[in-house]
């Protein structure tokens, strides 16, 4: 899950992946599901077509530096 990172969507059963190639199609055009804030922060849409596209339902900060680990 880290090194691909996947989100599942446990209401609808999808999966969605931080690849969009790997993610459904609309309009011939893979979806994107993922959005790199920077500073290790992503945001994930969990729905088919990619959702709303605002990249909050799902909002992660992984932290290497922190003294509390």
Request: aromatic share 16%; hydrophobic share 35%; net charge negative.
């Amino acid at each position: 899950d880290v090194i691909a990172r996947k989100l599942d969507n446990l209401t609808t059963g999808a999966t969605y992946w931080a690849f969009a190639d790997a993610n459904e199609s609309v309009g011939g055009k893979p979806v994107n599901h993922l959005w790199n804030y920077g500073l290790n922060t992503y945001g994930w849409e969990d729905t088919y077509g990619g959702g709303d596209q605002d990249f909050n339902d799902m909002t992660v900060q992984l932290d290497f530096t922190s003294a509390y680990g």
